[in-house]
């Protein structure tokens, strides 16, 4: 998936009142990932990855990932489904 704006991405961390180390521990990568999403040196991530940041950050999947036009994952989950799976 696509990150629509960086700058988004960021703020919302911001506003959890989140560190870069600690979002990345929460999602299980490194500080060095988040920074290079909001700096808008990576800018796709699988579909786990962004609902797993989007879980953490209470904002809907589609409020900051895009599916790329050649993303063929396969992945049953809907980007807006909990990480976990349906509750």
């Known amino acids: 998936m696509r990150v ?6 960021r703020e919302r961390r911001v506003r959890r009142r989140l560190t870069q180390r600690e979002l990345a521990f929460l999602v299980r990568r490194s500080q060095a990932t988040v920074w290079q999403l909001e700096n808008g040196q990576l800018r796709t991530v699988t579909p786990q990855l962004a ?3 989007s879980d953490r950050l209470d904002t809907p999947c589609t409020d900051l990932f895009e599916p790329r036009p050649d993303d063929r994952t396969g992945d049953p989950v809907r980007p807006d489904t909990p990480a976990g799976g349906p509750a």
């Open 4 to 9: 629509k704006d960086p700058a988004l991405l």
């Open 51 to 53: 609902r797993a940041i």
